[in-house]
């Protein structure tokens, strides 16, 4: 348990260490940096397994108290893996990427920052250390995406991801509040200890607590922010928007639910409203996909629906099998956005996929590296993304729940505009003279690469998870159930996305689909732009109201002019200008003085 103190000052102390000292010396930040992830990831390593809670008391009001510490058990642990096993990969990958990158130290000093952050989010062993990390997080991907903030869109996203994610925290903050009014504590252990009876009051809280999650784990309406992040480097989008930032909204709640207890959770009425938002994310984020031409922004919307998958599995109280999607996508997601970032830096630095084309003739290992992720993604069997996305299926079944046909929808929409992306990018002829110039990248890219490839077929063995009784205990024995009329469901709705999209894309040089409210994302950009622009002229309206009327007009304005009207009063009566007047005044004034003067 002592080592677990050295995920928390490990990265603390990397990130210092680069922006004071080694900020100067950007090949060596890079270098201590990455090292400095190897180094967690052997710590996450040696605590897997663990079961205890460590810390010290920070705050004591009566009976409000409030520990700096952090909980190791199976959720934390599978997590602390993700976090450092792709941090590393991404640091690693980075060396290569980000070498001509002037500003390479402050990179890697912000990729230090997260790492520290992510980390206190896991790790916390209480909501209110958890919300002060869960900041951090904000800041040091705020930090990231607006990497390259001379461009006037990477300053944009970086800002767009903060302001939306401050409206979801906010959210959370009031449910931290609700909690603690109502259980008196903050803190994991003693929730689980004492859970909170079923409540209206309990049904609201967690949904506030919700809120959060939506803003960090990118649900709709809140989901807006993702795509737009992009503009950030590309490792910075499989560790922070693939892998670790967006999942922490799915690990919170799973958390929560969890050390409140799904018996208790399963009777509140918010959770219906959770799964289905989730439901909803992950459809609307699969149509969109399927009329992106950005390489990156297909990736980014299906991140979006892969999380709705997940949100929809705790929301349906089954947080394991939320949880094993995430475990498993985590590293194939992070696998297909690594991918991406070698092939836009062989085409250089083209995203259009309808400019690339040959890639699987010039880039042969990278390519079939993104096709393995690409079967992950869409479930073919035996893939890791076949045994969760199986788990969160059952999830809907065994509720009931109508949500099972969006999920087998959302499937199919998946096979659809990833092989979309493959007939396209990969395969075909060359389109473009960047694509005609490509060529394999570095071995400081490759190996990341061909490492997440083994670590994603392994995955689902090593998870422990174990949240589908019709498939055998997590371990090297996983067969998929063929016989199950579900996993034939499942293998259909692959057959029906992957069809379409061979029909439609081998060997096109142009899209002959055209969707304008997929590409142009169902307009909720154009919808929240209109929304806010309303908000500003009514509050404009408003201030210039009290302004005009009430601070100039009866305020300001009337004292004015109650001493403009006594100042006039006294001019029009006493200053008239006539020579008698001042002489009758002056002597009205000196009658006065000699009465004072002699019988005052």
């Known amino acids: 348990m002592e080592l677990a103190w050295f995920l928390f000052i490990l990265p603390l102390a990397s990130a210092i260490a680069i922006h004071f000292v080694l900020k100067k010396r950007p090949c060596l930040s890079g270098a201590v940096g990455t090292v400095v992830t190897l180094a967690a990831l052997v710590v996450a390593f040696f605590i897997r397994g663990a ?47 980000m070498k001509e990158d002037k500003a390479k130290a402050r990179y890697f000093g912000n990729l230090s920052l997260f790492m520290f952050s992510m980390t206190g989010i896991v790790l916390s062993s209480n909501l209110v250390m ?90 709709a309406p809140l989901h807006v922010w993702l795509p737009d992040a992009m503009e950030g480097p590309t490792p910075v989008s499989a560790l922070i928007h693939a892998a670790t930032m967006v999942a922490a909204g799915v690990y919170m709640m799973a958390r929560v639910f969890l050390v409140i207890g799904t018996d208790v959770i399963s009777t509140l009425g918010s959770v219906e ?25 297909i990736l980014a919307y299906s991140t979006l629906s892969q999380l709705g998958y997940m949100v929809m599995a705790v929301g349906l109280v089954n947080p394991d099998a939320g949880m094993f999607h995430l475990y498993t996508h985590a590293w194939f997601k992070a696998l297909l956005f690594l991918g991406s970032g070698a092939i836009i830096y062989a085409c250089h630095h083209d995203q259009n996929i309808w400019n690339m084309g040959g890639l699987l003739k010039r880039m042969p290992i990278t390519s079939l590296t993104f096709i393995f ?13 076949f045994y969760s996305k199986e788990s969160i299926l059952h999830a809907a079944k065994d509720q009931g729940s109508y949500l099972l046909w969006v999920a ?30 490509a060529k394999e990248v570095s071995m400081l890219m490759l190996a990341p690469l061909v490492i997440l490839v083994i670590v994603s077929a392994l995955s689902p063995f090593f998870s422990d998870f174990v949240p589908l009784p019709e498939l055998k ?15 034939l469901f499942s293998i259909g709705a692959f057959v029906l996305g992957f069809i379409p999209a061979l029909l439609l894309y081998a060997g096109k ?88 003067t002699v019988f005052a």
Not at 66 to 89: E, P, Q
Not at 160 to 187: E, H, P, Q
């Open 51 to 97: 079961q205890s809670e460590l810390g010290f008391n920070w705050i004591s009001l009566g009976n409000f108290e409030v520990n700096i510490g952090f909980v190791i058990d199976k959720l934390s642990s599978n997590m602390m893996l993700i976090v450092t096993g792709i941090g590393s990969l991404v640091h690693i990958f980075s060396l290569a990427y």
């Open 130 to 219: 958890t919300f002060i990390f869960w900041e951090l997080v904000g800041l040091s991907s705020y930090l990231l995406i607006g990497h390259w903030y001379e461009k006037h869109s990477a300053g944009d996203a970086a800002k767009k991801a903060f302001l939306t994610n401050r409206i979801g925290d906010f959210g959370f903050m009031i449910g931290i509040l609700m909690l603690w009014s109502i259980t008196g504590t903050v803190n994991f252990s003693e929730l689980a200890a004492n859970p909170p009876a079923a409540t209206c009051a309990l049904s609201i809280a967690v949904f506030m607590i919700f809120l959060g999650a939506m803003g960090k784990s990118a649900q």
């Open 273 to 297: 409203a959770i799964a289905w938002i989730g439901g909803i994310t992950s459809l609307l984020a699969a149509l969109m996909a399927t009329q992106q031409n950005d390489i990156k922004k």
């Open 373 to 385: 992720g690409t079967l992950a993604l869409t479930a073919v069997p035996f893939t890791a993304g």
């Open 408 to 437: 087998l929808g959302v499937a199919a929409l998946t096979t659809f505009y990833m092989f979309r992306l493959i007939f396209v990018a990969i395969l075909g002829k060359a389109k473009h003279k960047h694509s005609e110039d």
């Open 473 to 487: 205990e997590i371990d090297f024995h996983v067969v998929p159930h063929f016989g199950d009329k579900l996993v």
């Open 509 to 596: 040089t142009k899209d002959p689909l055209n969707i304008p409210l997929f590409r142009n994302k169902f307009y909720i950009d154009e919808i929240f732009g209109h929304i806010i622009k309303w908000g500003q002229d009514i509050l404009a309206a408003v201030v210039h109201f009290l302004d005009e009327f009430v601070i100039n007009g009866l305020l300001v304005g009337g004292v004015t002019r109650s001493a403009q009207g006594l100042g006039n009063l006294f001019r029009s009566k006493i200053q008239t200008g006539n020579i008698q007047t001042y002489a009758f005044m002056f002597g009205i004034g000196i009658a006065i003085t000699i009465y004072i």
